[in-house]
């Protein structure tokens, strides 16, 4: 059984550039959260989808926008990216089904440097 | 405000050294804490997840216990391959069940 896969593991970029990153959710999962983990801190919650659609938002600004497709996988896209961005990008699925008390797996996550 | 606090940023013992990290937090109600534990470069594992206080639960050689105000991982002989960071979550009562609260981690280091 897969567990959280998300892809590329490792990008560099540089300020200005926009970047999309992926995620698929472990099997029998139906929803997905982002959450961004810079050095030394814990992970800050970005949004979450299900059934296509952001369900609730952390405070990030409207450069990071994101997307759910019919196979429940995603992406999260950050445009304008600023040096301040730099951080383990981290995707978490769960089941709608488990609510209220969401046990979350995080996949590997993926390393965004902004140079 | 929710807010997690967790202490102490750092801790170092010799392997076989019992100890406890500390993880207090503020909610408007709590729906669930959670403890993960991650290694560098890796995302957070999943360990466990307190509903109520009093509750305990037990994996190895972690025993998470959980009050009103605090939770706690007592770890029980340690060995090197507990090196980690231990991160608490908490879930709020109030609002969306997505979101979750973090702390910034307890990063344990065992000596062999």
């Known amino acids: 059984d897969a567990g959280v896969t998300q892809s590329p593991t490792h990008l560099i970029k540089t300020r200005g550039q926009q970047v999309t990153l992926r995620c698929s959710p472990k099997?029998?999962?139906?929803?997905v959260s982002w959450y961004q983990q810079a050095l030394g801190q814990g992970p800050q919650f970005i949004f979450q989808?299900?059934?296509?659609?952001?369900?609730q938002r952390g405070n990030f600004p409207d450069r990071f926008s994101g997307h759910q497709f019919p196979n429940y996988s995603s992406e999260l896209n950050v445009n304008a990216l600023l040096l301040g961005d730099s951080a383990l990008y981290l995707c978490?699925?769960?089941?709608?089904?488990?609510?209220?008390?969401?046990?979350?797996?995080f996949g590997p996550g993926t390393r965004l440097t902004v140079l | 405000e929710d807010q997690v606090t967790q202490s102490p940023e750092a801790l170092r013992l010799q392997e076989g050294e019992s100890s406890s990290l500390n993880c207090s937090y503020t909610?408007?109600?709590?729906?669930?804490l959670f403890w993960y534990r991650q290694d560098p470069g890796k995302g957070p594992e999943f360990l466990f997840t307190?509903?109520?206080a009093g509750e305990e639960k037990e994996k190895e050689r972690l025993k998470a216990t959980l009050t009103k105000k605090e939770s706690f991982l007592h770890i029980t002989a340690p060995k090197p391959e507990d090196s980690a960071t231990y991160l608490c979550?908490?879930?709020?009562?109030?609002?969306?069940?997505?979101?979750?609260?973090f702390g910034s981690g307890t990063r344990l280091s065992i000596r062999p």
């Open positions: 989808y299900y059934e296509e659609e952001e369900r």
């Open positions: 307190l509903y109520s």
């Open positions: 979550a908490v879930q709020p009562q109030k609002g969306s069940a997505s979101k979750i609260i």
């Open positions: 978490a699925s769960t089941s709608r089904g488990a609510l209220p008390y969401n046990e979350q797996f």
């Open positions: 909610v408007s109600g709590l729906r669930g």
């Open positions: 099997s029998g999962h139906d929803t």
